[in-house]
């Protein structure tokens, strides 16, 4: 196995173009660029919104937002005080599940970009699971013991049934895998929804929601603000999950497999690497890593499943792209999303700016992360100009 | 010209086969049981009509990706062009009427924005993936999710409210005479101009595609970039007509359904436009880029979404009205199952370096 192990590794290096330094420096270049069109978008917005009292003057032309206050709000809201700090690494923690969804299979060349509606169905299960199981054992710690692996199960199970499928239509009817995950997204929520409605649904409240977990199965909040539904312990149980997934992928056979398949996929096959093992095994663990992220969705944030699930899915696409697709990269950039979500709960709620303004950030950073071509483009010319002074080699 | 009959003649016959199935069926059916119901929903002119009405954006936004992708280009961002005309349009139109323009002036008007904009989006997704040599999938997904963010962001910026007012729709063309004809009069002839423009634009594209020039290089640009290349035609000029004239579609699409259909946007969720683009993708697969046969898998489409309203007057049936709007999707899946490959361009989704 080692000298097919030697050779994949050879070919790793010399097909990925761009250097790990280099990709830092695309993330960065993109958040900074994301931010200056953010900046736009404020104005653009502050222009034609009516207010009492506008916030800045810039030749006459009155704004009602400031967007350095904007950012100002933003990261205070991210990262101001305690709560502000839990709310932000509770999001980032369940970022780097669904992000850690997209990159597996992205190593192995597939896009998932179901994560959402593995996301979805795998919290559902998870809800479902825990309190079907708390009726036959005894709450405390007994109950905790075998509640909170239970959800965490049926969330990896259903989670990843649900990646499987897009996975098996791939290698049986080669249909393709970007196209069905996209769909399996919209068929998540509505499956979803018809089965509380009809099933699950907690009929002592309204809307459309199941019964709440019981309380031997909720990851409480420790050591920081208890409003926030964060829990260190599960923070550091994400960050495991992702050092696992590290481990898988640079340290295993089937490692180093999907990743062969990803950068070359012929001579991959030439090696001997079964192409429909990768797919499986990658879409499958996709589905049931966000899966678990939807259970942890449950047990430590919502206590029940409702619906309206926040696009968790879809921000951990932004997380992993932004992230080079690298694991080791899913904590930083875990962490900008996580204050970007909590950052846009502030603004919305202290300036009245729409919080959907994050999904515009968001969108852009994919799009500037995806192009790298464009900062290597401004860096030549900017070379060319005398601006500064770059080394252009791997610019070919 | 003779398979091409021969196509039309197989879809024609098994489209009249199966009305004729449906017309017996509707005639050994109990009368008062639920079966008799549901065909009599089915074997109604209304319900045809609502099948065309809703087959408009899906079939704009299949007709749109089959521009881009012929010339090698994945367009995942489709939805949202889609969302992003459906938006404008609107403001458009509430800005128009609020200065006091005539309602159907400032309805085309808005039809047009709305087209304009998705134009533009296009212009821009263009750029990117062929001047900045972007991951296509990824930018287009990127498309997806900034259109999902800016346009609640711009109704709430500008309505208060993730939903914009109402603005009125088209409403329906009558032709003179020919919509008297019976069954099909009212059917074909007294409808939204968005299906006659749907009915138009399925063979228009088709003959550009087949027979002009413009389809012949929009063709060789995804099959063999580089005979087109070395045949002294720009790969990338071609390709940012193909992406252009893509956003000209699902700019139709996207203000059609909005001025055709809803009369308003919704931002709340997934949008209005709630992945009739991805839909669109779909059926231009299930069509196996043919235009007409991909308007033909829209119409298929259409026509479970137009039943759910059909079915759920039923009362007796108590279907779960959510899992029915996505069962085009699952349909989609079924179907693409069994029918076989699609065969895609050669070069889809590879970047092309033109020789100096």
């Not at chain 1, 009726?135 to 909170?148: E, F, K, M, N, S």
């Not at chain 2, 159907?104 to 047009?112: C, R």
């Not at chain 2, 109402?166 to 409808?191: H, N, R």
């Not at chain 2, 893509?246 to 709630?274: K, M, N």
Request: neutral net charge; hydrophobic residues 50%; glycine residues 12%.
């Amino acid at each position: 196995m080692s000298p097919l192990k030697e050779r994949f590794e050879g070919l790793l290096g010399t097909i990925v173009r761009l250097s790990t330094g280099q990709r830092i420096l695309v993330s960065i270049a993109a958040v900074i660029f994301a931010i200056g069109v953010g900046v736009l978008v404020i104005l653009a917005a502050g222009s034609v919104a009516s207010c009492g009292s506008p916030a800045l003057y810039i030749m006459g032309v009155e704004f009602c937002y400031n967007p350095l206050e904007v950012w100002l709000v933003m990261f205070d809201g991210s990262f101001g005080g305690n709560f502000e700090i839990s709310r932000t690494l509770r999001w980032t923690t369940l970022l780097l599940f669904t992000a850690l969804s997209f990159a597996i299979p992205y190593k192995a060349g597939l896009f998932n970009i179901g994560a959402q509606g593995q996301f979805v169905l795998g919290s559902l299960g998870a809800a479902v699971g825990v309190i079907w199981v708390a009726t036959v054992v005894p709450g405390g710690a007994v109950g905790r013991i075998v509640l909170v692996p239970t959800g965490l199960l049926a969330g990896a199970a259903v989670g990843g049934l649900y990646g499987f499928l897009p996975g098996y239509l791939k290698v049986r009817f080669e249909m393709n895998e970007v196209v069905t995950t996209l769909l399996f997204n919209f068929i998540a929520t509505a499956v979803a929804f018809v089965l509380v409605d009809r099933y699950f649904v907690d009929e002592s409240i309204q809307g459309t929601q199941t019964e709440a977990i019981p309380e031997a199965a909720e990851l409480n909040p420790q050591f920081f603000a208890n409003s926030a539904d964060f829990s260190l312990p599960v923070f550091v149980f994400a960050l495991g999950i992702v050092a696992a997934a590290y481990w898988l992928l640079t340290r295993t056979t089937v490692g180093y497999e999907l990743r062969a398949m990803g950068s070359q996929q012929k001579a991959a096959i030439f090696g001997g690497v079964d192409e429909r093992f990768t797919t499986l095994f990658s879409m499958t663990t996709a589905g049931a890593v966000a899966g678990i992220g939807g259970a942890l969705y449950v047990l430590m944030v919502l206590g029940r499943w409702q619906t309206g699930p926040p696009p968790l899915g879809f921000d951990g696409i932004a997380v992993s792209i932004l992230a080079g697709n690298n694991p080791l990269g899913l904590f930083p950039s875990g962490l900008l999303f996580g204050a970007l979500q909590s950052g846009g709960q502030a603004i919305q709620f202290q300036l009245g700016i729409p919080s959907e303004l994050v999904g515009v950030l968001r969108g852009l950073i994919i799009l500037l992360v995806a192009t790298p071509e464009l900062f290597r483009m401004m860096g030549k010319r900017l070379n060319r100009r005398g601006v500064i002074d770059i080394e252009t080699e791997g610019s070919n | 010209m003779g398979e091409v009959l021969r196509t039309a003649g197989k879809w024609i016959g098994g489209f009249v086969g199966l009305i004729l199935a449906l017309i017996v069926a509707r005639a050994v059916a109990p009368p008062g049981s639920v079966s008799e119901q549901i065909l009599d929903a089915l074997l109604d002119t209304g319900y045809a009509s609502a099948v065309l009405r809703v087959a408009v954006p899906v079939a704009f936004a299949a007709m749109g990706g089959i521009f881009a992708e012929k010339t090698g280009v994945i367009n995942i961002g489709i939805e949202g062009f889609l969302i992003l005309s459906a938006l404008s349009s609107v403001v458009a139109v509430v800005r128009l009427s609020d200065a006091g323009v005539s309602p159907q002036m400032a309805l085309w008007t808005g039809f047009f924005a709305g087209i304009l904009v998705s134009v533009g989006a296009a212009f821009v997704f263009a750029v990117f993936v062929i001047r900045f040599e972007s991951n296509q999938v990824i930018a287009g997904l990127a498309i997806w999710l900034i259109s999902l963010g800016l346009a609640p962001f711009v109704s709430l910026i500008l309505f208060e409210s993730v939903n914009s007012p109402s603005v009125g729709t088209f409403g329906t063309w009558e032709i003179p005479l020919l919509s008297e004809i019976p069954v099909l009069g009212p059917v074909l002839f007294d409808a939204s101009p968005m299906v006659y423009l749907m009915l138009v634009s399925a063979p228009l594209c088709w003959y550009v595609l087949r027979s002009t020039q413009l389809g012949r290089y929009i063709r060789a640009c995804g099959d063999n970039p580089r005979a087109l290349d070395t045949a002294g035609v720009s790969v990338s000029r071609t390709r940012y007509k193909g992406i252009l004239i893509s956003g000209v579609f699902c700019g139709i699409g996207g203000a059609g359904f909005t001025l055709g259909q809803l009369g308003r946007f919704v931002g709340a969720g997934e949008t209005s436009i709630g992945g009739r683009g991805f839909l669109g993708i779909v059926a231009y697969l299930f069509g196996n880029y043919n235009p007409i046969a991909s308007v033909g898998g829209a119409l298929l489409f259409a026509s479970f979404d137009a039943l759910q309203f059909r079915l759920q007057q039923i009362a007796a049936l108590d279907v779960p009205q959510q899992l029915f709007q996505v069962l085009p999707f699952i349909v989609v899946i079924l179907v693409l199952m069994f029918v076989g490959r699609t065969r895609i361009p050669a070069a889809l989704g590879e970047h092309y370096d033109e020789e100096e």
